[in-house]
DNA sequence: CATTTCACCGAAAGCGCTTTCGATAAATTT
DNA sequence: AAATTTATCGAAAGCGCTTTCGGTGAAATG
């Protein structure tokens, strides 16, 4: 591989002079330009990226977190999509992705640390919850910052249309005439979870029907699990819900699966619509109807707004609020007579 | 934040007492290490991780690649299970992870080319086809490396235990009654959909079941269309095969998809056992058969494996099969009479 | 021809850290 | 009391790169 001294050596210039050529100074003549680029080339040379870093005080890094809220990591499929949109759209510019956890070589650390410590050029935050004293510190920090599916003033955010996404799942609902419709909704600590919540108040109110006692139920933190769990006691109640709008698909999978060993049929007994739109919605039995959350977007979006705050070194703080889209499928139907 | 210069101008001491109390020297009295500690905890002070990898040629980060091959990167449930449980596992030793592209800052290199960039410790890479070139310089590099679900002499391999998982499979269908099995292959460029192949063969001779024609069919790279698609040319078979075992969950989704579509039950008039055991094959209808890898040890078990090969400076070569669990669910059952 | 401009190059400092090696004073041995 | 060991510290070099600033000779200008 060789350093830049090598270089120099071969080429009988000086590292100065190999150092502008490859960064393309004006002041270095096109025919030793053309030397030392061949000479590095035919020697394989690479510059060492944390010798450049220090020099440059730029890493070309990008630190994510995910919040450890509830466990899940990487492996959510919406935060998921959405990392790996941001990462398409950072790595076209030169950006590389790292991922820190709170560990230092056994010391423990908080996340604005070990990104401080990395030294990279920007930060984004993804799955998190507005009390996470992590996410808050990092909020805090002079790092170029985006943050991903939670509400601030503090920083940039960029998080979908929920109010309108709750909206949508409960007029669906009630085109098909349904009037009793629960929601199972995300944990309050959520923002996403509570815009739904919202959404799903406003859309009753506006439509002037009541939410009886037990039909807004704790669905948790989203995993199919505890959908499963919110759908039962709903099914448990005196007046069952004809509809249930779901925060999350995978809640959504999960309560579809309660309705059926309670040996009632989606959506010819309840309907139900989700939220997010993972890949799996389109292949479940019946196939969920669900408020899509543009991933690519989102992921897209934060990453032109962490790059910009990053090249013009200034933080910035803004919300963008990306707009959903209802799927219609097979898990909504009209309401019984 | 601070540098070193900063802490040893403030405690009165030279950098190298100060680097030295940092780092646990011997030769520092505790008296003064305790100052230079708390000091450092005062100011905030953290070491800059770019110059201590300079300095020390130790980065502690470990470069990821995600073969481009089936454009699934991180979004594919399996790997990303896989990517989950290595992350724990090195994090734990201090490292963090890198995800590198192929672009760096406009320019088009390898992905050797920008690990030696960034000086990564080792790789890992995932999600490989044998052919890729990339993944090839890669091998023949001198970083250590482990790569996972692939095959290789050449370097560190862990993966499932493919071949017994195929035998599994129709060993439980046969057990069902059924003679008619088909399989739904992943593409042959891929060793563990050749391997499932070769464990399905296997199988079928040692209980002297012929393959007849069109039975063995390549679902490409493991989609849910792909797989529906297969299922589709295997319906259309004259004589139709009453079991299918189909090399991964999500095509084995599809081919259960096309079965409904054709007005057809699983399992009742044909069984579909799938491969990997992704989290939605138990929340599908029916719950999906399946033969489950187990991505928690396969991650942790390339954990260690490159780790060692850092701590220990030498590159290592050996070929860890992970075992297969059959999981069986709703989606087989006795053939019809 | 003298002067100014311009194109091209290199010395040197600096980025923040580690590590070798020598220096000093105190403690221990003879 | 002299010689040796031990404990503690710091100077300096080095890791591989960027960038400022000045220097040189050639070309352009008067």
Redesign the interface.
């Known amino acids: 591989?060789g350093t830049i001294y090598d270089l120099a050596k071969i080429t009988g210039f000086s590292i100065t002079t190999v150092s502008k050529a490859l960064n393309n100074y004006s002041d270095v003549s096109e025919k030793t330009k053309a030397k030392i680029v061949q000479a590095a080339a035919d020697m394989?040379y690479?510059?060492?990226?944390?010798?450049q870093?220090?020099s440059t005080k730029r890493?070309?890094?990008i630190g994510v977190m995910f919040s450890e809220a509830n466990e899940v990591?990487?492996?959510h499929?919406f935060f998921?999509?959405i990392?790996?949109s941001f990462?398409k759209a950072t790595?076209?510019q030169?950006y590389?992705?790292?991922?820190?956890?709170r560990?230092?070589?056994?010391r423990d650390?908080s996340y604005l640390?070990?990104f401080?410590?990395?030294?990279v050029d920007g930060i984004v935050v993804i799955c998190s919850d507005q009390m996470d004293k992590h996410v808050q510190e990092l909020i805090q920090s002079s790092i170029p910052i985006v943050v991903v599916d939670m509400d601030s003033t503090d920083c940039s955010v960029v998080f979908s249309d929920n109010l309108s996404g709750g909206t949508l799942a409960v007029n669906h609902l009630y085109e098909l005439g349904h009037r009793l419709i629960a929601h199972i909704a995300g944990d309050m600590t959520i923002d996403a979870g509570l815009a739904r919540i919202e959404g799903y108040k406003q859309a009753m109110d506006r439509l002037a029907l009541p939410i009886p006692d037990g039909y807004l139920i704790n669905g948790g933190f989203f995993s199919?699990e505890e959908g499963k769990q919110a759908m039962q006691t709903l099914l448990a109640l005196p007046k069952r819900p004809t509809a249930v709008f779901v925060a999350g698909d995978q809640m959504a999978?999960?309560a579809m699966?309660a309705i059926?060993e309670a040996g009632l049929q989606v959506p010819h007994d309840i309907s139900v619509v989700g939220y997010d739109d993972i890949?799996?919605s389109k292949?479940?039995?019946p196939k969920l109807t669900t408020v899509r959350q543009d991933t690519e977007r989102i992921g897209q979006h934060a990453a032109e707004l962490l790059i910009e705050q990053i090249v013009n070194k200034r933080r910035v703080m803004t919300t963008d609020i990306i707009p959903v889209d209802l799927i219609v499928r097979q898990s909504t139907g009209p309401v019984k007579p």
């Open positions: 591989m394989g690479l510059p060492n990226a944390h010798a870093s220090l890493s070309w890094t990591g990487m492996m499929p998921n999509a990392i790996e990462r790595e076209q030169g590389d992705l790292i991922f820190a956890s560990n230092l070589r056994n650390m640390e070990h401080q410590h990395r030294a199919v999978i999960g699966e059926h890949e799996m292949y479940v039995t």
